[in-house]
Antibody, heavy 116, light 107 residues
Framework: EVQLVESGGGLVQPGASLKLSCVAS????????MSWVRQTPGKTMEWIGD????????NYAPSLKNRFTISRDNAKSTLYLQMSNVRSEDTATYYC?????????WGQGTLVTVSS | DIQMTQSPASLSASLGETVTIECLAS??????LAWYQQKPGKSPQLLIY???SLNDGVPSRFSGSGSGTQYSLKINSLQSEDVSIYFC?????????FGGGTKLELK
């Protein structure tokens, strides 16, 4: 059974940095592209970016690429999202997903709240 | 960016009814469209991909259609467990974009 478990969310102050993790199991993590997608409190969905199965290529939403970095450790079956200089509009639930042509499997999400 | 416009934003229907949700792309996306269902308090789940292909385990009362810029999701014989938010998403061009969602409730 495919499982994706995100962690690292919480309350963070504007301007701070935060690193989210997603531990994968039930499939060969190193064979899959992976993505991060976020959902605002108003339920708007936003794709953040993708990372190739070997970590050699990343692609980001243009509005986020200067502040967000996606990486992975295939030995640990773990996907990461490094967020820097966070803003109130980054408040959202962050999901990791498998990325074939579609977002086939999703984690349960981790909530990030940006507030002073 | 390709804009995805979903309608209606909310929908109330009775058990057993047929409902249709529309998704309009700002340019031709050549059927590179998926539909997701998000039940209350849960993560989204892939329902349909390539506009009309049913994902494994999805009940046959769900169907997708469309081409070019216009796509739709149809739910036949509405069940109580279909109460959800439904999203369309285009995979044709980066950045990948989602519709605003349709909240489906029971009347």
């Amino acid at each position: 059974e495919v499982q994706l478990v995100e962690s690292g969310g919480g309350l963070v102050q504007p301007g701070a940095s935060l690193k989210l993790s997603c531990v994968a199991s039930g499939f060969t993590f190193s064979d899959y592209w992976m993505s991060w997608v976020r959902q605002t409190p108003g339920k708007t969905m936003e794709w953040i970016g993708d990372i190739k199965y070997d970590g050699s290529y990343t692609n980001y939403a243009p509005s986020l690429k200067n502040r967000f970095t996606i990486s992975r450790d295939n030995a640990k079956s773990t996907l990461y999202l490094q967020m820097s200089n966070v803003r109130s509009e980054d408040t959202a639930t962050y999901y990791c997903t498998t990325r074939t042509n579609w977002f086939a499997y999703w984690g349960q999400g981790t909530l990030v709240t940006v507030s002073s | 960016d390709i804009q995805m416009t979903q309608s209606p934003a909310s929908l109330s229907a009775s058990l057993g009814e047929t409902v249709t949700i529309e998704c309009l792309a700002s340019e031709d996306i050549y059927s590179n469209l998926a539909w997701y269902q998000q039940k209350p308090g849960k993560s989204p789940q892939l329902l349909i991909y390539y506009a009309n292909s049913l994902n494994d385990g999805v009940p046959s009362r769900f169907s997708g259609s469309g081409s070019g810029t216009q796509y739709s999701l149809k739910i036949n014989s509405l069940q109580s467990e279909d109460v959800s938010i439904y999203f369309c998403q285009q995979n044709y061009d980066s950045p990948l974009t989602f519709g605003g969602g349709t909240k489906l409730e029971l009347k």
